[in-house]
């Protein structure tokens, strides 16, 4: 006979930690760096320059088959994953700069020492981590005792490992 396990599967983003708003708030505060900017409206330029710029890359069906999301391009450098992201891996790089030198100069800004600085301090402040949401941690211990858990994500293994 077969034996039966209960087993309790998770996603990472969005539903054990929070995701798109610590991502939101990382470029809000990164923002505050940018001299005579409004940081909401910079961090939501940068936004919609990095979905623009995404959705026109050279991988996007891949992105858009494995759930890769335009913040997560910011601060990935999709190493370590399988050799179907080789192309977008090689891209990243040029992204990154791409969307920031685009914000700053949409913002009549031309300083290509910030252009550097800025995805950085994104990098540094979304690798600060990301807060679990309320209720998961009582959640999992609660069903830690009663069954297998397990943790199941399909972002870029580089920055969920970060995440965990």
Not at 28 to 54: K, M, N, Y
Request: proline share 5%.
């Amino acid at each position: 006979m077969t034996e039966m396990h209960t087993v309790a599967v998770f996603d990472l983003d969005d539903t054990l930690i929070v995701e798109e708003a610590s991502a939101r708030s990382s470029l809000t505060e990164v923002a505050g760096l940018v001299p005579g900017v409004e940081p909401e409206a910079f961090a939501g330029h940068v936004l919609a320059t990095a979905r623009r710029l995404w959705y026109a890359g050279p991988s996007h069906h891949i992105c858009r088959e494995l759930g890769f999301a335009s913040w997560e391009g910011l601060w990935a450098t999709f190493e370590g994953n399988d050799p179907l992201v080789d192309e977008l891996r090689a891209w990243i790089p040029t992204y990154q700069r791409e969307v920031w030198t685009t914000a700053l100069m949409a913002h009549g800004i031309d300083d290509p020492m910030l252009s550097v600085a800025l995805p950085e301090a994104y990098r540094s402040a979304q690798r600060r981590g990301h807060p679990l949401i309320e209720g998961a941690d009582q959640l999992v211990r609660s069903l830690a005792g009663r069954c297998r858990l397990g943790l199941l994500t399909n972002g870029p293994s580089d920055i969920q490992r970060l995440k965990l």
